[in-house]
């Protein structure tokens, strides 16, 4: 399967926990984004980066939310001291955009990794 | 006001029906458009971009109007199989972040 993948697929924590997901885009995408979706609402964008660096992050994004790509492949995303709040599925979507300004192209998403704080 | 708003629905309509969505978008900057598609507990995926000249592919046909900033999706002949929640998305201009509508639930029933 050389589509986005995430890892895992659901997680429950007890509230005050850490917990850290994997997102592997599609290898040529230069792009990767963390979303968050609720139920009944869109995808709420968190984060993205191009390559390995994070280019712009969401206010979204507490302090107790960090995000990295090391290497411009994989990503991870830690939430650290989890709350009920935090409860929500976490997607991962990658591009391959082209440098400079111009028209973007579509996002693939993977699975999400569902979340829930007990 | 939200950067891309859509009508949150639910359409319910008889299969064989069609029907239209409409969502606006506040950034007048903004250069691309997307429609998304995602059913129940799945990821979205890419129904269609948007071009400026409207496009269309088989029953589904989307418009862009700039000077009113929305776009919209037409579905004719609607099938069972088109029940599931339709998500617009706009890229900001200057910025490669799509940005989501909440998303239309359609619910296409016999």
């Known amino acids: 399967d050389t589509g986005v993948s995430q890892d895992p697929r659901h997680k429950i924590t007890k509230r005050g926990q850490n917990v850290t997901f994997r997102c592997d885009p599609i290898?040529?995408?230069?792009?990767l984004y963390w979303y968050r979706q609720t139920l009944g609402q869109g995808p709420e964008f968190l984060t993205y980066?191009?390559?390995?660096?994070?280019?712009?992050k969401s206010r979204l994004l507490s302090d107790r939310f960090s995000a990295e790509r090391p290497k411009g492949s994989f990503s991870t995303l830690e939430i650290q001291r989890t709350e009920q709040g935090d409860s929500a599925m976490y997607l991962c979507a990658s591009s391959l955009s082209p440098g400079g300004q111009g028209w973007d192209t579509e996002a693939f998403f993977g699975q999400g990794t569902r979340l829930t704080v007990v | 006001r939200k950067e891309v708003e859509q009508d949150p629905g639910p359409f319910n309509v008889p299969e064989g029906a069609t029907v239209a969505f409409n969502c606006t978008y506040s950034n007048s900057a903004s250069q691309s458009f997307f429609w998304y598609r995602q059913d129940c507990r799945k990821e979205p995926k890419l129904l269609m971009s948007?071009?400026?000249s409207g496009n269309e592919d088989g029953r589904f046909t989307a418009q862009l109007n700039r000077a009113s900033q929305y776009i919209s999706l037409l579905i004719r002949d609607s099938k069972l199989s088109d029940s599931a929640t339709y998500l617009c998305?706009?890229?900001?201009?200057?910025?490669?972040?799509?940005?989501f509508g909440r998303g239309t639930s359609l619910i296409v029933h016999p």
């Open positions: 998305v706009v890229n900001k201009g200057g910025s490669y972040i799509p940005t």
């Open positions: 980066f191009q390559n390995e660096a994070q280019l712009e």
């Open positions: 948007v071009y400026s």
């Open positions: 290898s040529e995408h230069n792009r």
